[in-house]
Protein backbone atom coordinates (compact mmCIF):
# COMPACT_ATOMS: atom_id res chain seq x y z
CA UNK A 1 0.00 0.00 0.00
CA UNK A 2 1.77 3.47 -1.42
CA UNK A 3 1.77 5.85 1.14
CA UNK A 4 -1.22 8.54 -0.33
CA UNK A 5 -3.08 4.99 -0.02
CA UNK A 6 -2.76 4.54 3.48
CA UNK A 7 -3.84 8.21 4.44
CA UNK A 8 -6.90 7.84 2.85
CA UNK A 9 -7.59 4.63 4.29
CA UNK A 10 -6.91 6.14 7.56
CA UNK A 11 -9.08 9.15 6.98
CA UNK A 12 -11.66 7.20 5.76
CA UNK A 13 -11.54 4.33 8.53
CA UNK A 14 -11.10 6.77 11.64
CA UNK A 15 -13.56 8.52 10.26
CA UNK A 16 -16.30 5.89 10.31
CA UNK A 17 -14.90 4.94 13.83
CA UNK A 18 -15.05 7.96 15.19
CA UNK A 19 -17.43 10.22 13.41
CA UNK A 20 -17.82 13.03 16.57
CA UNK A 21 -14.86 14.36 18.05
CA UNK A 22 -15.82 15.64 21.56
CA UNK A 23 -13.19 17.14 23.73
CA UNK A 24 -11.75 15.26 26.10
CA UNK A 25 -10.95 17.64 28.52
CA UNK A 26 -13.82 19.21 30.38
CA UNK A 27 -13.97 23.05 29.94
CA UNK A 28 -16.22 25.89 29.23
CA UNK A 29 -14.42 28.50 28.37
CA UNK A 30 -10.93 29.66 26.33
CA UNK A 31 -8.91 30.44 30.19
CA UNK A 32 -10.17 26.78 31.75
CA UNK A 33 -9.08 25.02 28.26
CA UNK A 34 -6.35 26.46 28.24
CA UNK A 35 -5.14 25.32 31.84
CA UNK A 36 -6.59 22.35 31.73
CA UNK A 37 -4.38 21.48 28.69
CA UNK A 38 -0.97 22.86 30.71
CA UNK A 39 -2.49 20.34 33.55
CA UNK A 40 -2.38 17.46 30.84
CA UNK A 41 1.67 17.30 30.15
CA UNK A 42 2.85 14.24 31.40
CA UNK A 43 -0.57 13.29 32.76
CA UNK A 44 -4.32 11.87 32.03
CA UNK A 45 -6.62 13.65 30.97
CA UNK A 46 -9.07 11.45 33.24
CA UNK A 47 -6.77 12.93 35.97
CA UNK A 48 -7.00 16.65 34.66
CA UNK A 49 -10.77 16.26 34.57
CA UNK A 50 -10.87 14.77 37.87
CA UNK A 51 -8.67 18.12 39.81
CA UNK A 52 -10.36 20.72 37.43
CA UNK A 53 -14.04 21.11 38.91
CA UNK A 54 -12.09 22.36 42.52
CA UNK A 55 -10.22 24.66 40.63
CA UNK A 56 -12.34 25.99 38.23
CA UNK A 57 -15.16 26.56 41.25
CA UNK A 58 -12.62 29.19 42.89
CA UNK A 59 -11.19 30.76 39.74
CA UNK A 60 -12.32 30.03 36.23
CA UNK A 61 -10.76 33.70 35.19
CA UNK A 62 -7.69 35.15 35.13
CA UNK A 63 -8.15 37.58 37.59
CA UNK A 64 -9.68 35.38 40.04
CA UNK A 65 -6.94 32.81 39.44
CA UNK A 66 -4.11 35.64 39.98
CA UNK A 67 -5.95 36.06 43.57
CA UNK A 68 -5.66 32.47 44.69
CA UNK A 69 -2.16 31.83 46.31
CA UNK A 70 0.35 29.50 44.43
CA UNK A 71 0.62 27.32 47.31
CA UNK A 72 -3.27 26.55 47.18
CA UNK A 73 -3.11 26.14 43.49
CA UNK A 74 -0.42 23.74 44.46
CA UNK A 75 -2.84 21.72 46.92
CA UNK A 76 -5.62 21.39 44.42
CA UNK A 77 -3.60 20.43 41.45
CA UNK A 78 -1.04 18.21 43.24
CA UNK A 79 -2.64 14.92 41.77
CA UNK A 80 -1.49 16.10 37.99
CA UNK A 81 2.39 15.80 38.68
CA UNK A 82 4.78 17.94 38.35
CA UNK A 83 2.67 20.54 40.82
CA UNK A 84 5.42 23.29 41.83
CA UNK A 85 6.21 24.02 37.83
CA UNK A 86 2.41 24.00 37.09
CA UNK A 87 1.08 26.21 39.95
CA UNK A 88 4.08 28.66 39.33
CA UNK A 89 2.95 28.73 35.51
CA UNK A 90 -0.78 29.19 36.17
CA UNK A 91 -0.75 32.29 38.61
CA UNK A 92 1.78 33.79 36.58
CA UNK A 93 0.30 33.19 33.24
CA UNK A 94 -3.04 34.80 34.97
CA UNK A 95 -1.16 37.64 35.39
CA UNK A 96 0.17 38.45 32.41
CA UNK A 97 -3.32 37.42 30.77
CA UNK A 98 -4.72 40.51 32.97
CA UNK A 99 -1.55 43.29 32.31
CA UNK A 100 -0.59 42.62 28.22
CA UNK A 101 -4.19 40.42 27.41
CA UNK A 102 -6.99 42.50 28.76
CA UNK A 103 -7.67 39.34 31.28
CA UNK A 104 -8.48 37.21 27.76
CA UNK A 105 -6.63 34.39 26.50
CA UNK A 106 -5.00 35.22 22.61
CA UNK A 107 -6.04 33.76 19.92
CA UNK A 108 -2.63 33.54 18.13
CA UNK A 109 0.61 31.26 18.99
CA UNK A 110 3.42 33.78 19.37
CA UNK A 111 1.62 35.03 22.57
CA UNK A 112 0.20 31.78 23.33
CA UNK A 113 3.58 30.23 23.78
CA UNK A 114 5.10 33.84 25.31
CA UNK A 115 3.03 32.51 28.60
CA UNK A 116 4.72 30.32 31.12
CA UNK A 117 4.63 27.02 30.59
CA UNK A 118 2.85 27.12 27.61
CA UNK A 119 4.63 25.19 25.04
CA UNK A 120 4.01 24.84 21.49
CA UNK A 121 1.48 21.77 21.65
CA UNK A 122 -0.34 23.15 24.56
CA UNK A 123 -0.62 26.42 21.65
CA UNK A 124 -1.93 23.92 19.31
CA UNK A 125 -4.65 22.50 21.13
CA UNK A 126 -6.14 26.02 22.26
CA UNK A 127 -5.52 27.12 18.62
CA UNK A 128 -7.39 24.09 17.57
CA UNK A 129 -9.73 23.26 20.16
CA UNK A 130 -10.53 26.56 21.30
CA UNK A 131 -10.48 28.92 18.79
CA UNK A 132 -10.72 26.59 15.89
CA UNK A 133 -7.69 27.16 13.73
CA UNK A 134 -6.24 24.23 11.67
CA UNK A 135 -3.47 23.01 13.84
CA UNK A 136 -2.36 19.36 14.63
CA UNK A 137 -0.93 19.33 18.29
CA UNK A 138 1.35 16.44 18.70
CA UNK A 139 1.01 14.40 21.68
CA UNK A 140 2.41 10.64 22.64
CA UNK A 141 -0.08 9.07 20.81
CA UNK A 142 0.18 10.67 17.50
CA UNK A 143 3.77 10.51 17.33
CA UNK A 144 3.40 6.71 18.12
CA UNK A 145 0.85 5.87 15.46
CA UNK A 146 2.43 7.93 12.89
CA UNK A 147 5.52 5.80 12.82
CA UNK A 148 3.65 2.92 13.02
CA UNK A 149 1.67 3.59 9.94
CA UNK A 150 4.96 4.81 8.43
CA UNK A 151 3.82 8.37 7.88
CA UNK A 152 7.06 9.79 9.63
CA UNK A 153 10.40 8.73 10.68
CA UNK A 154 9.68 9.71 13.86
CA UNK A 155 13.15 11.96 14.13
CA UNK A 156 11.06 14.34 16.48
CA UNK A 157 7.80 15.23 17.18
CA UNK A 158 8.11 18.47 15.43
CA UNK A 159 8.84 16.34 12.24
CA UNK A 160 5.84 14.15 12.96
CA UNK A 161 3.96 17.42 12.92
CA UNK A 162 5.43 19.21 9.78
CA UNK A 163 4.79 15.53 8.19
CA UNK A 164 1.41 15.12 8.88
CA UNK A 165 0.54 18.11 7.93
CA UNK A 166 2.32 17.65 4.34
CA UNK A 167 -0.32 14.49 4.08
CA UNK A 168 -3.22 15.16 5.78
CA UNK A 169 -5.57 17.82 4.20
CA UNK A 170 -5.55 20.98 6.46
CA UNK A 171 -9.59 21.06 6.96
CA UNK A 172 -9.44 17.66 8.71
CA UNK A 173 -6.48 18.39 11.17
CA UNK A 174 -8.50 19.54 13.60
CA UNK A 175 -10.54 16.70 14.11
CA UNK A 176 -8.17 14.31 13.01
CA UNK A 177 -5.71 14.77 15.68
CA UNK A 178 -8.04 13.64 18.09
CA UNK A 179 -9.14 10.74 15.85
CA UNK A 180 -5.47 9.70 16.58
CA UNK A 181 -6.07 10.21 19.92
CA UNK A 182 -9.11 8.36 20.27
CA UNK A 183 -7.88 5.32 18.59
CA UNK A 184 -4.14 4.91 20.08
CA UNK A 185 -5.55 5.17 23.36
CA UNK A 186 -8.39 2.31 22.54
CA UNK A 187 -6.27 0.11 19.78
CA UNK A 188 -3.21 1.36 18.45
CA UNK A 189 -1.55 1.02 22.64
CA UNK A 190 1.67 1.70 23.28
CA UNK A 191 2.00 -2.01 24.90
CA UNK A 192 -1.13 -3.13 23.02
CA UNK A 193 -0.09 -3.19 19.46
CA UNK A 194 3.55 -3.28 18.31
CA UNK A 195 2.35 -2.13 14.49
CA UNK A 196 1.36 -6.08 13.66
CA UNK A 197 -2.12 -5.81 15.59
CA UNK A 198 -4.55 -3.39 15.50
CA UNK A 199 -6.61 -3.21 12.30
CA UNK A 200 -4.83 -0.18 10.77
CA UNK A 201 -1.16 -1.27 11.12
CA UNK A 202 -2.47 -4.97 9.82
CA UNK A 203 -4.02 -3.15 6.83
CA UNK A 204 -1.38 -0.83 6.15
CA UNK A 205 1.53 -3.23 6.28
CA UNK A 206 -0.11 -6.87 5.94
CA UNK A 207 3.33 -8.37 5.43
CA UNK A 208 4.53 -6.65 8.50
CA UNK A 209 6.21 -9.45 10.58
CA UNK A 210 8.86 -7.38 12.79
CA UNK A 211 7.58 -5.47 15.80
CA UNK A 212 8.00 -1.38 15.08
CA UNK A 213 10.03 -0.01 17.68
CA UNK A 214 9.37 3.48 17.92
CA UNK A 215 11.31 7.14 18.88
CA UNK A 216 9.84 9.03 21.69
Known amino acids: MKKTERVNYIISFLESLYPETPVPLINRNHFELLIAVLLSAQCTDERVNQVTP ?19 IYKIIRPCGLAPQKSKAISNLSK ?6 AGKVPSNFESLEALPGVGHKTASVVMSQGFGYPAFPIDTHIHRLAQRWGLTNGKNVAQTEKDLKKLF ?26 GTICKICKTCYPRRVNPIKTKK
Not at 96 to 101: A, D, F, K, N, S
Open 169 to 194: PKKLWNKLHLQIIFYGREYCTARGCN
Open 54 to 72: KLFSLADNPLSMSEISIEE
Open 96 to 101: ILITQH
